[in-house]
């Protein structure tokens, strides 16, 4: 065989460029849930404004709220002063009251999560003040009676809408709602009729306030949000790949779809040669001639590598550089020169092998299914024989392009 030579010429066909890939995965509701209950799991509140006496005062800011990434933040919960009569007033403050426990659950599009207070006893505190009858000056009250609260079935309810954020799932507008039954155990209640339940609504408003708008503040702050989204894609590193993007969340009955860009991988599957043969099985040609095959590669994503040809004399062609712009299919016309030094029918074969790289330099390589063929030499004419010149050094044309 005389001397051979390649051209590809990868204009023909192009498709579907694009540089990741979309998909939706259904992920159980369960799995979510479980996941926030871990990642919220040690959010706390400590209430408590009480303190040693200062004058008639016994207040003492101590609440705070300890967030999901550990962090501490301070809140303030003002004491409640009520009148009892014209020389006496009580005031009240909250004593060392602690959520105990969360949960989470699904409802619908929202997750709600639930803060349990415990309950021991009497947790807002009672004390007593009176106005001295001459000097008007006010001095805390001789007569010891019952004045403390009891706080039951407290709670605090977070409604969370699950979003796509800082490529996990986090969550957007959390609202709080503070619930809890109070109960003055108290006779005067009976005498100065509507003055407990006064004093009940009063102290629930000014911790229903200070609660509710302390927590609604601090969890939508974006790093409390971000910080929750680390932790829930670590959490569901099973369901959803991390290195995966999740860009979209919607609620589907018992499900959550999740909508994730898979972001470009190289790997051994990335490039496949899915066509490799030749235009003509069997044909006549000038000696020399070339001999065209159809190449159609398919390609995952933007990958780029070596490409030559191998010959049925166990020879090959020049190595050079080919690319593919992105994810998509590309067909080709691949031409290689063909002599014999005589006019029969000559079989051969040709394949194409490819190689590329991963980012980190790990090198794939793939070689097409063999193209095989035949061709005659056609006389030159006045039935001249053709002066046939030998050569073992094939070589390659230009790269892959888009």
Not at 133 to 155: A, F, G, P, W, Y
Not at 270 to 282: G, Q, R
């Amino acid at each position: 065989m005389n001397k051979s030579f390649l051209a590809i010429l990868l204009a023909s066909s192009f498709t579907g460029l694009i540089q990741a890939e979309t998909v939706d995965i259904p992920v159980p509701k369960a799995a979510v849930v479980a996941a926030f209950n871990t990642a919220l799991g040690g959010t706390k509140l400590h209430l408590d404004n009480y303190g040693s006496k200062q004058g008639t005062s016994w207040l003492s800011q101590s609440s705070y709220i300890i967030l999901p990434d550990g962090s501490k933040k301070k809140f303030n919960i003002s004491e409640q002063t009520t009148k009892v009569t014209n020389r006496r007033f009580w005031r009240h403050y909250i004593n060392d009251f602690n959520t105990k426990n969360i949960n989470v659950i699904a409802n619908g599009n929202k997750l709600e999560m639930t803060a349990y207070f415990e309950s021991q006893g009497e947790e807002i505190k009672g004390k007593c003040i009176k106005a001295k009858l001459i000097s008007n000056k006010k001095v805390e009250c001789k007569l010891k009676m019952e004045r403390d609260i009891h706080l039951n079935n407290s709670q605090i309810m977070i409604s969370l809408k699950p979003i796509a954020y800082n490529g996990s799932i986090s969550f957007s507008n959390a609202s709080a709602t503070f619930k809890t039954d109070l109960k003055i155990p108290n006779k005067i209640c009976q005498v100065f009729n509507g003055l407990c339940g006064k004093i009940e609504n009063f102290i629930k408003f000014k911790i229903r306030s200070s609660v509710e708008n302390t927590v609604k503040n601090e969890l939508n702050k974006p790093g409390i949000k971000k910080a929750v989204a680390n932790k829930v894609k670590s959490l569901l590193k099973n369901k959803i790949d991390p290195k995966w993007k999740v860009i979209k969340i919607s609620s589907n009955s018992n499900k959550y779809i999740v909508r994730v860009q898979r972001p470009d991988t190289i790997d051994k599957n990335t490039v496949s040669i899915s066509s490799f043969k030749a235009l003509k099985k069997n044909a006549n040609i000038k000696c020399p001639g070339n001999i065209d095959f159809n190449a159609t590669i398919k390609t995952k994503t933007k990958v780029s590598g070596k490409f030559w040809l191998e010959f049925e004399n166990g020879k090959k062609s020049n190595t050079h550089n080919w690319n593919m712009s992105g994810k998509g299919s590309q067909t080709s016309k691949v031409s290689r020169s063909w002599n014999a030094k005589n006019f029969k029918a000559n079989s051969g074969w040709t394949r194409m092998a490819l190689t590329w790289k991963d980012k980190k330099g790990k090198k794939y390589s793939k070689k097409s299914s063999k193209a095989t063929f035949k061709r005659t030499c056609k006389k030159a004419s006045g039935g001249k024989k053709l002066n046939p010149k030998s050569s073992t050094a094939p070589t390659m044309g230009i790269g892959l392009q888009k």
